[in-house]
């Protein structure tokens, strides 16, 4: 990672409110992703992302997770996101765990490619990512 993206992504950060739908909106501007681009590469529908963005639904954790990576979110903002969605990842929970790792390390790859990392390493939690290989 270069200097310009560190302190690009630093700049983002640094603008996210406490504000669920100010700070997904910011996010998808930043990073160029509509929710219908969201709903394809998640596979959750479009009506669902505009809810859990809307805080109209409560999204669970492996939606969240979800859209922060197929969104290519660093971790500091993925968490931010996920703590503003009313979840918490658990340190106690081995699905949260790995979540955690591919949100800090995995989060420039696509949800396929992460997909099959989790594969290859043995965490069954590879079994909530969509199934498709997906041109992100």
Known sequence: MDKEQILEEARIYRTLSNDLKDSWLKVLRW??????ELSRRTGLSERTISQIINGER???IDSIVMMCLASNLPGDISEQLIKLSGNVLLMTNEDHVMYKYVL???YELSLAEIRQFLYEIGAEIYMKFPNYPCEC
């Open 31 to 36: 990073r160029k992703i509509s929710q219908a």
């Open 58 to 60: 409560i999204g669970t």
């Open 104 to 106: 800090w390390q995995k």
